[in-house]
């Protein structure tokens, strides 16, 4: 069969059945692409940190959750080692403090406070928004972050992550919290992207990100796998390669 832009993966398609998801199809879905992705990119090594994102197509819209839910995958998606920023209540020195006194490395700690007098133009939010891996934010003042933050963060993959820094074992706390992204538009639409890693990342970790990405956002909508109709994935410059179809269909096109 001729898929068009697909053809460069039909040896794929001969390998998989559609409409069975389980994790080996993801494994054959994220090797095809890698290895198409890195063919092209190997002129181009700055190209090697476009983001990797499981697209999820609904059968319904899902009920819109209170408040937005953290999926947690198996690797951060920024790295082993992201540069993070942290965002607390007023004064920002009893929490630099705090982390530091548990061990834990963060490139930035800022309060809110600051964040409103510093952070009020769209250009020092976007300069802010790319000079940090992830946001990581109190969970009490998470209720008026995002709208100081704006919509920039979130089209970028960078919504603020929720933490708990009442935690004993805040170590605990900050890992499980790197390896997480927040969904802020469940229930606006019948799909969802969620960046999974990079293309500079080993196949096992992209694998493991994609399935705990799978798993953890059936846990949140009802019933679960059910209400999948197509899942997908990508690159910022790829065709999106069907990894499911509830239908068993020939591949589509999401922009």
Known sequence: AEYGEFQTFQHYFKQINLRIMESEQVEKAVEALMKH???QKTNDLTCNDEKVSVQVVFKKVPSKPKHPIRLTMSHPTGGSEPNICLITKDPQRQYKDLVKSHGIT?????????????????????????????????ERVLPIVPRWLGKYFYTKGKAPIQ?????????????????????????????????????????????D?????????????????????????????????????????APMKIS
């Open 209 to 249: 990100n994609v399935n705990s990405t799978i798993k953890s956002l059936c846990k949140n909508i009802k019933p679960g796998m059910k209400n999948v109709k197509a899942i997908y994935l990508k690159t910022e410059t790829s065709v999106a390669l069907p990894v499911y179809n509830a239908l068993g269909v």
């Open 37 to 39: 992705c890195r063919a």
């Open 106 to 138: 963060v490139g930035r700690v800022i309060d809110i406070g600051k964040m409103k007098k510093k952070f009020k133009e769209l250009e020092a939010k976007r300069v802010l928004c790319n000079s940090y891996d992830c946001f990581l934010v109190d």
């Open 163 to 207: 933490v708990n820094l009442k935690k004993t074992d805040l170590s605990k706390e900050f890992s499980d919290a790197i390896r997480s992204f927040m969904v802020s538009n469940l229930g606006k639409g019948n799909n969802i992207s969620v960046p999974c890693g990079k293309v500079s990342f080993d196949n096992d970790q992209l694998i």
